[in-house]
């Protein structure tokens, strides 16, 4: 079982920055892909980024240019640093942690955190 639990939610003004954390216990392997994904009131959820065991990539486009995904193993833990924020990147914003390779879908689908918000005022 792998336990993700996510923080560095808040509140800033448009155009402030954030840096969401995702710290990974249980039973984890260094070969796993890692993302980011986040859900609006009334929408679906939707990846964000995603980084693989080989530090590959992935950044949906409305945030390319804006957020930066990365890892540090050593402390298993996950990051998401979020800056020029603007009001649609408003969400509950989850972490998400499968094997490794799979990248296309923003490492979707195994496990999952809880979630933390975030709300970006105009």
């Known amino acids: 079982q792998v336990r993700l639990v996510e923080s560095g939610g808040g509140s800033v003004q448009s155009g402030g920055s954030l840096r969401l954390s995702c710290e990974v216990s249980g039973y984890t392997h260094v070969s796993a892909c890692m993302g980011w994904f986040r859900q609006a009131p009334g929408k679906e959820r939707e990846g964000v980024a995603a980084i693989d065991n080989d530090g590959s990539t992935k950044y949906a486009d409305s945030v390319k240019g804006r957020f930066i995904i990365s890892r540090d193993n050593t402390k298993k833990t996950l990051y998401l640093r979020m800056n020029s924020l603007k009001p649609e990147d408003t969400a509950m914003y989850y972490c998400?942690?499968?094997?490794?390779?799979?990248?296309?879908?923003?490492?979707?689908?195994?496990?999952w955190g809880q979630g933390t918000q975030v709300t970006v005022s105009s």
């Open positions: 998400a942690y499968t094997w490794a390779g799979a990248l296309g879908s923003y490492c979707g689908g195994a496990y």
